[in-house]
């Protein structure tokens, strides 16, 4: 490993972060690219075998083994001894047309025929390579030098934007902490050092201010390959961004004795949190909130001020959409499963807590359990009630309350 060329590969290993196999399959391509300048013929197809430990290269021309080729029909010549027309084959006869074209290719370049083979190789079987090697008649030259040169930047780039992708690609569903960068147009542009994010407008929190150089924490959504790299989305909305959040700063979530069940979540404003813990002596809103609320208040603080309220889940559904709706004390809950809505009666001092500000509340509440839910007033409920019970009687009183008011504008 004291040649110059050993060192050079071990340096761009190190550099690059690539590992040493495919920087040596890229110089390989890249030899392979200048024989084939200078000196292949044009049915050859040149692969190069490099020796790390003492930098010399071998060329081989390689081609696969295939079936011979049926023998080509002869085309009609026109009419036969009778004049009656020759009627075209059906698909079904000949085949598709796709099919035919199919079994008829051959790539002489990379391909040679099972007869043709073992005129040299007797014992050559199908699918099997042939390797000739091939000597070097002279030095390459500057052309070829040229096009090494090209082959072996491009495939150290691929290799290097495949090795950063993959790296990333492992990160996907985590919180990562990069830079701001810079806007372009609404999308705000995360520097993580070697790659650069996407922040887009839709990920971003309304109140929040993204500046340059600012450090920021963010969910990573997506990691795709593109041509230039790979492209990381990234959000600071997401409802799983608020539970990596929960991961990172309390222990027993990072651990599973407390599961986080369900999230609903308007960011910048409130977030809901459904927690459970199997383990009976865990309290999961206590371990969650901390010793004087200080776990929670630091999980306010990364969300930039979002409220955010922790639910005990509950597997039946009537205790936790009344959880879910908290801190609005429920009176009566109504399950309608075939629609899956559920009607919740409250107090009439109750009603614009159990709703909230423009709705927000019930909103999240409804998210949160998979629920609709609708909020209604319990005194409007039980006049409901007592009409549905006894309409006879209604309508009595009714009848005479009418009837007392005709009395009195007659007198």
Known sequence: MNNPIASAIKQICDDKNIPQDQVIEALEAALAAAYRKDFAEKNQNIKCEFDIKTGNSRFFDVKKVVEDLPPEEDAPQGKGKSDEPQQTPSKEETGSPSEE?????????TEITLSEARQTYPDIQLDEDIRTELSIPAEFGRMAAQTAKQVIIQKIRE??????????????GSLMIGTIQRREEQRV???FGKVTAILPASEHVPRERYNPGERIKVYVMSVEMSTKGPEIIVSRTHPLFVKKIFEAEIPEVANGAIEIKAISREAGQRSKVAVFSHNENIDPIGSCIGQRGNRIQTIIAELGGEKVDIIQY????????????????IAHITL?????????AVQEDQLSLAIGKMGQNVRLASQLTGWNIEVVSQAGTNKKSAQEKDPEEHSAEEQKEKTSKEVSAEE
């Open 159 to 172: 290799a290097e934007r495949g090795t950063l992708y993959q790296g990333f690609k492992d990160k996907e």
């Open 336 to 344: 309608h499963e075939e629609t899956k809505t559920a009607v919740v």
């Open 189 to 191: 542009l995360v520097d």
């Open 314 to 329: 509950d597997e039946d559904t009537q205790l936790f959409i009344a959880h879910a709706l908290k801190p609005a004390e």
């Open 101 to 109: 074209s199919e079994k008829r290719k051959f790539n002489p370049k």
